[in-house]
């Protein structure tokens, strides 16, 4: 990437979420009193005085403990480590200067790199001045004094980091990335997918569903193209949506669907399409995004209690109106046909924005209405007049009639049938805008 990258890193609930939020001016990573709330690296851009930079906010790091979360979110912060240029050092000035605290420091200084070391939570300079001299003892130099809550002595934080960033280069802005977000319910594969294509513990990968509680973005390049892959929290029923967590993981992948390109709807093979999968599947064909279906663990499923053609005929009859959608059978976990998704990813992404010329369009429309007449209603019969391209993302069409109630949703099928064999549009819902046009 082009950009510098900055990592904020610090034990537990010492507000680093709350201090990458205000830089970004989003609320990307969740803001909860629960400690380790933020368990993968979530990464958003910033500026500050005209240099564009990377923010990478990282689950807490904590004395190291035996379940496989803490260990996992504690290799997370190494990795961003790794991958940044600066590392904002966050404490907690209110809990003081502890043995984690001590731990990260020595950890940070065997990185070489840059670090600034930042105090968080005075609201009041003068009363806590005493309180910051202890995390001098660190050995990392001055400790800025800052109240993300309130957003106080942020500026200062922000002028050391431009001061500590590499050489300006030529910022990565004008390629085009396609964007792609995984979806699906928790515990289907979403991270593994990510972490195969990636070739690192990009998300953090475990058999507790759930895991992934934020929308992580992830670039990516190769022979194929250039790649943002969004890996989302899992959407479970909203019944069993008791925390507010869940709650902002189910609007986090939401908003992750709105920025794709193409979304991934990923399914355990196993469990085959729930009622849980045609709600997620739902919310991206609305979204008019295209849609690829995958078909994970198909390794571990039982060839002999149904062929892939019978099941993919299953597939399509539950999500019927997923019609347009291609499925690719994989396992995420061996990397089987993974390497396949690429072509379909900017198959579908060319697709969805696909425009057609307004004469082509019509001469289509002209043949169509040859081959089966409009309907008629009480004597009184159906004129289309005309068709446009409105919009594309998805293609949208506008048809101009001579009365919008004579055009029945099967005839709008049938229109659309004829698109689709026409230019192919696969992988992409077709929308179609009636607009009624009195003859002269």
Same mark, same amino acid.
């Given at each position: 990437?082009?950009?510098?990258?900055?990592?904020?890193?610090?034990?537990?609930?010492?507000?680093?979420?709350?201090?990458?939020?205000?830089?970004?001016?989003? %609320?990307?990573?969740?803001?909860?009193?629960?400690?380790?709330?933020?368990?993968?690296?979530?990464?958003?851009?910033?500026?500050?005085?005209?240099?564009?930079?990377?923010?990478? &906010?990282?689950?807490?790091? $904590? +004395?190291?403990?035996? &379940?496989?979360?803490?260990?996992?979110?504690?290799?997370?912060?190494?990795?961003?480590?790794?991958?940044?240029?600066?590392?904002?050092?966050?404490?907690?000035?209110?809990?003081?200067?502890?043995?984690?605290?001590?731990?990260?420091?020595?950890?940070?200084?065997?990185? @070489?790199?840059?670090?600034?070391?930042?105090?968080?939570?005075?609201?009041?300079?003068?009363?806590?001045?005493? $309180?910051?001299?202890?995390?001098?003892?660190?050995?990392?130099?001055?400790? =800025?004094?800052?109240?993300?809550?309130?957003?106080?002595?942020?500026?200062?934080?922000?002028?050391?980091?431009?001061?500590?960033?590499?050489?300006?280069?030529?910022?990565?802005?004008?390629?085009?990335?396609?964007?792609?977000?995984?979806?699906?319910?928790?515990?289907?594969?979403?991270?593994?997918?990510?972490?195969?294509?990636?070739? +690192?513990?990009?998300?953090? #990968?475990?058999?507790?569903?759930?895991?992934?509680?934020?929308?992580? &973005?992830?670039?990516? $390049?190769?022979? =194929?193209?250039?790649?943002?892959?969004?890996?989302?929290?899992?959407?479970?029923?909203?019944?069993?949506?008791?925390?507010?967590?869940?709650?902002?993981?189910?609007?986090?992948?939401?908003?992750?669907?709105?920025?794709?390109?193409?979304?991934?709807?990923? /399914?355990?093979?196993?469990?085959?399409?729930?009622?849980? &999968?045609?709600?997620?599947?739902?919310?991206? =064909?609305?979204?008019?995004?295209?849609?690829?279906? #995958?078909?994970?663990?198909?390794?571990?499923?039982?060839?002999?209690?149904?062929?892939?053609?019978?099941?993919?005929?299953?597939?399509?009859?539950?999500?019927?109106?997923?019609?347009?959608?291609?499925?690719?059978? /994989?396992?995420?976990?061996?990397?089987?046909?993974?390497?396949?998704?690429?072509?379909?990813?900017?198959?579908?992404?060319?697709?969805?924005?696909?425009?057609?010329?307004?004469?082509?369009?019509?001469?289509?429309?002209?043949?169509?209405?040859?081959?089966?007449?409009?309907?008629?209603? @009480?004597? !009184?019969?159906?004129?289309?007049?005309?068709?446009?391209?409105?919009?594309? @993302?998805?293609?949208?069409?506008?048809?101009?009639?001579?009365? !919008? @109630?004579?055009?029945?949703?099967?005839?709008?099928?049938?229109?659309?049938?004829?698109? %689709?064999?026409?230019?192919?549009?696969?992988?992409?819902?077709?929308? /179609?805008?009636?607009?009624?046009?009195?003859?002269?």
């Amino acid at each position: 990437m082009g950009k510098p990258t900055v990592a904020i890193i610090g034990k537990p609930n010492v507000g680093k979420s709350t201090f990458f939020n205000y830089l970004v001016g989003k %609320r990307l990573s969740i803001v909860e009193d629960t400690p380790g709330v933020t368990r993968d690296r979530i990464y958003g851009e910033t500026n500050w005085r005209g240099r564009n930079f990377t923010l990478i &906010d990282t689950g807490g790091i $904590e +004395e190291k403990k035996d &379940d496989v979360i803490s260990s996992q979110m504690r290799l997370q912060a190494e990795l961003a480590i790794d991958l940044a240029d600066v590392i904002v050092f966050m404490t907690d000035i209110v809990t003081g200067l502890t043995a984690t605290d001590k731990d990260i420091a020595l950890m940070l200084k065997k990185s @070489k790199k840059p670090i600034i070391l930042v105090c968080n939570k005075v609201d009041d300079f003068r009363k806590m001045e005493n $309180e910051i001299y202890e995390f001098y003892n660190l050995g990392l130099g001055e400790p =800025h004094p800052i109240s993300s809550a309130n957003a106080k002595g942020i500026g200062d934080v922000l002028d050391v980091i431009y001061e500590n960033l590499p050489e300006s280069e030529e910022d990565d802005d004008e390629t085009e990335f396609t964007k792609v977000a995984i979806i699906g319910k928790p515990n289907v594969g979403k991270s593994s997918l990510v972490n195969k294509i990636l070739g +690192e513990n990009r998300a953090i #990968v475990s058999n507790i569903a759930g895991t992934t509680r934020d929308s992580i &973005d992830s670039e990516f $390049e190769n022979e =194929h193209g250039k790649y943002v892959f969004i890996d989302t929290a899992g959407l479970r029923r909203h019944s069993k949506i008791e925390e507010n967590i869940e709650k902002y993981s189910v609007l986090r992948t939401n908003l992750a669907i709105e920025r794709a390109d193409v979304c991934i709807l990923m /399914i355990d093979a196993n469990e085959g399409v729930t009622e849980q &999968d045609t709600k997620i599947a739902g919310k991206a =064909h609305e979204a008019g995004k295209g849609v690829i279906i #995958v078909i994970n663990k198909w390794d571990e499923f039982d060839k002999e209690s149904c062929s892939l053609e019978n099941y993919t005929k299953n597939v399509y009859q539950k999500l019927a109106y997923l019609s347009y959608a291609p499925i690719l059978f /994989i396992s995420a976990k061996t990397g089987q046909r993974v390497d396949k998704l690429f072509d379909l990813i900017n198959e579908v992404a060319n697709n969805n924005a696909m425009r057609i010329s307004t004469p082509v369009l019509n001469e289509l429309l002209a043949e169509a209405v040859a081959i089966v007449q409009p309907p008629t209603d @009480k004597g !009184k019969r159906l004129k289309v007049l005309y068709m446009t391209q409105v919009s594309t @993302k998805p293609p949208t069409f506008a048809i101009f009639v001579n009365d !919008k @109630k004579l055009f029945h949703f099967s005839y709008e099928r049938y229109i659309v049938n004829k698109l %689709r064999q026409e230019f192919g549009f696969k992988g992409t819902p077709i929308r /179609i805008l009636v607009r009624e046009r009195k003859e002269k």
